[in-house]
């Protein structure tokens, strides 16, 4: 959930499949009409980055969003994301053209921030069937 000074204003998703094979993690975001513009969507899917990358050991993220979708796809873009390729999804039942956007591990590296604080990883990791730090 994304809060900002104790309001809720979006979700930031993110979603592995077999995720100890592969270490690549996807990203879903939404904010409230009134707070998208100023800045919020950067800050939360950097926020989610860090804890794919940073707390769960990830190798790659991924995104998508249709090839009008400028917030989105400037996110992306912004944060070091790399075009890879493009996708077909019905949008209120119409064929629309998905921008594909991968972000290597190397390139979270060099951008990545050091004003993040994780709280909880290591609790989480056993329930999502991820090994303890330890054992990592
Ligand atoms: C996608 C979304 C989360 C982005 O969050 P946001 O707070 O609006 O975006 P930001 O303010 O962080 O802006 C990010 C970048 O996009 C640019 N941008 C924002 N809105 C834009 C628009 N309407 N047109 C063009 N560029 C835009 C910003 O200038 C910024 O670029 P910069 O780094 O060059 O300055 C938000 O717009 C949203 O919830 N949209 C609806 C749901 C959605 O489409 N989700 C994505 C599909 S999973």
Redesign the pocket.
Known sequence: MVVVDGEPL?MQDLVATDFCDFGSVT???????D???????????QAVLHLAFDGFGARAAT????VD???????S??LGYQRNGSDWATRRGEAAELQRWRLTRERWSERRREDIDLVGVAECRPVLGLAAPDDH
Request: hydrophobic share 35%.
């Open positions: 979006g990203t879903f975001s939404w904010l409230d009409r707070a998208r513009g100023r800045g919020l969507g950067k800050e939360m899917r995104s998508g969003a249709f979708n400028h917030a989105s796809n400037r996110v873009e912004a």
